[in-house]
């Protein structure tokens, strides 16, 4: 069923296109129940069904536009995803339909500018496939780039996801009218039964004027003797029609053929009262104009018997079309059979199924919604490259194994942080200048063991000279959780966690630092462990960490550990289980039991 678009002044309409079959076997719900309830309805009429297919997100707000007449849908792309190396982790996006009144050519114009102008990362190469077997654009990823995080941003910045507005605004009795699925399903039947109608008051009278001249014709049959007589006297055709008019003849078979007809008129409408049978029962009929015409008009081959007896059938089928036809408008549930049957009809000689899925469990999908769960090695490495890889790369080797290389660095660099994480993790990245950045797991680049995977400052927006030097992977933001801090002047600061769960773009203050001061070290504490602080003069200090009190993020902090003069922190470790390994600016090393 085509939708309707326009813009009137003052006003506007925007109906989508449906399904034909839904839409019909709707209809049919409401004339088997004027009172049906609108969720009885949808049960057939489950959303728009839009020629170009997509997928719609989110079954309520069709709800709220069936139920108010507007709404706003959200329409994506049917996208699926395809490996174009398996061994180096390089996949493809392949979009087989588009959402609706979606233009292919401007819609692969604007990814290209997309990814041009660097606005979306990772995309390699694009190029359209579509074919006569039908539409196939495949985008090309970098080695190492997550599918779903580079489909995330392109449902948000290009066409492959657009929003169509429901506004079903139609003319009801000339007037302008918001409706929702049941008014419009009502107007569209009460607009049936009135083509109905006037069809078959068209086609009634129709049948009235041809019945009219065959009953005329059958009288002349009845009559041909003294027909032919009076033709062959009149010295015109007009007295010949005149003669024919002013003479009562014979009806012959004509009252037993009205008789089948019961009460129902078979006259045509103005015909003078004193035509056609002059009585009930009576064996008299009087001609009109018409009839005699269509007596002289008539061929001599209508005259065998062959051909009287067809227009004798020809005249009992119309008066039987008739009493049908008088039947229709006389009783409102033969009007709404027919309504019916003929809808029927339409659906059986032209329905076809749905093509546009409806995504009922997802209202509005978010990139998480996208990323499979899945734990992954993170890595950030001194000079400030991070990246993830599958858990499954790493596998156990027996004693004396030799291992794998974790990830690939350069001279003077080397591996700074390395954790398990979950892809649906949340890790807070903390800076030398005491901000905390919000990011991801997987939004970490995907790399396999040789990739070095990404600057920090590509994906966080570092200021010059800001380095995160602290990770912590966060799955959620407990309140009994706490963030422990400790800068090089010696400052300490203990923060709830709850206090990070609002991230920020652009970041913000972890602790307040002094010009000359910066964070050193961040740990996760759950109340009940002790802290040891170590200086770069070879001094540390333990203590609990209810000995700090809990404070605002913009707080500076209290003192953790006195230092000497020329002297700074350098470590902050949370005590547990295992031993302290101290090393030295000239390569000295101790591994000291944590008891001591």
């Not at 409408?269 to 104009?289: F, N, P």
């Not at 690939?408 to 903390?430: G, P, Q, S, Y």
């Not at 990070?500 to 462990?529: E, H, K």
């Amino acid at each position: 069923v085509n939708g309707s678009s326009g813009i009137a002044v003052g006003m506007a309409t925007n109906i989508p296109p449906h399904n034909l079959v839904e839409i019909i076997n709707a209809c049919l719900a409401v004339l088997d129940n004027p009172e049906v309830m609108l969720a009885d309805l949808m049960q057939h009429v489950p959303g728009p069904d839009f020629p170009t297919a997509g997928i719609i997100n989110g079954a309520m707000e069709i709800a709220t536009a069936y139920r108010t007449g507007r709404g706003r849908l959200s329409i994506r792309a049917r996208t699926n995803f395809e490996d174009i190396d398996k061994v180096g982790g390089r996949q493809s996006i392949i979009v087989t339909e588009l959402p609706y009144q979606v233009n292919k050519a401007r819609l692969l114009e604007r990814i290209a500018e997309l990814a041009r102008n660097k606005e979306i990362d990772g995309i390699s190469d694009l190029r359209d496939e579509s074919d006569k077997d039908g539409m196939r654009v495949v985008i090309e990823l970098k080695r190492g780039e997550v599918a779903e995080v580079v489909l995330n941003n392109l449902y948000s910045q290009t066409p492959l996801e657009t929003v169509f507005g429901i506004n079903m605004v139609a003319l009801i009795d000339g007037q302008p009218k918001l409706l929702g699925l049941k008014e419009m399903l009502e107007a569209f039947l009460r607009h049936r039964r009135e083509v109905v109608t006037r069809r078959t008051i068209f086609d009634l009278a129709k049948a009235r004027d041809r019945a009219h001249v065959l009953e005329g014709l059958a009288v002349a049959l009845a009559n041909i003797d003294d027909v032919i007589a009076l033709i062959k006297k009149s010295p015109s055709s007009v007295e010949a029609k005149a003669g024919l008019v002013a003479r009562v003849w014979n009806s012959g078979a004509v009252p037993e053929l009205l008789a089948r007809a019961g009460d129902i008129s078979t006259r045509p409408i103005g015909l003078a009262a004193d035509l056609g049978v002059t009585g009930e029962g009576s064996k008299s009929y009087r001609l009109s104009e018409t009839q005699a015409q269509a007596i002289l008009d008539m061929r001599l081959h209508r005259l065998t018997g062959l051909e009287q007896d067809k227009i004798v059938a020809e005249y009992q089928e119309l008066l039987t079309l008739i009493v049908d036809l008088t039947d229709i408008l006389a009783r409102p549930e033969r009007l709404a059979q027919v309504v019916r049957e003929e809808l029927i009809s339409i659906r059986e000689q032209y329905g076809d199924k749905r093509r546009t899925e409806i995504n009922r469990d997802h209202l509005d999908l978010s990139t998480e919604d996208l990323i499979e769960p899945q734990d992954v090695v993170v890595t950030l490495s001194h000079a400030g490259y991070a990246k993830s890889q599958p858990i499954t790369e790493y596998q156990t080797q027996r004693r004396g194994g030799r291992g794998k290389a974790a990830t690939a660095v350069r001279d003077e660099d080397f591996v700074e942080k390395l954790f398990v994480a979950h892809t649906h993790d949340t890790i807070l990245c903390f800076s030398n200048r005491g901000k905390v950045y919000w990011k991801r797991v997987f939004e970490l680049p995907l790399a396999g063991r040789g990739s070095r995977g990404k600057p920090m400052v590509n994906l966080l927006p570092l200021e010059e000279g800001e380095k995160i030097n602290a990770i912590l992977p966060i799955k959620q933001y407990d309140d009994d959780h706490f963030v422990f801090m400790a800068t090089s002047q010696g400052t300490v600061k203990k923060t709830p966690l709850s206090a990070f769960s609002r991230p920020r773009a652009s970041g913000i203050i972890a602790v307040g630092l002094d010009t000359n001061d910066r964070l050193v070290g961040v740990a996760l504490t759950d109340s009940s462990r002790e802290i040891i602080l170590s200086s770069s003069g070879g001094k540390s200090i333990r203590f609990h960490e209810n000995e700090v009190r809990p404070m605002g993020r913009e707080a500076t902090g209290v003192r953790g550990i006195k230092l000497a003069e020329g002297q700074e922190l350098i470590s902050l470790i949370v005590v547990g289980d295992g031993h302290v390994l101290t090393a030295s600016a000239n390569g000295y090393g101790k591994l000291t039991p944590l008891e001591d």
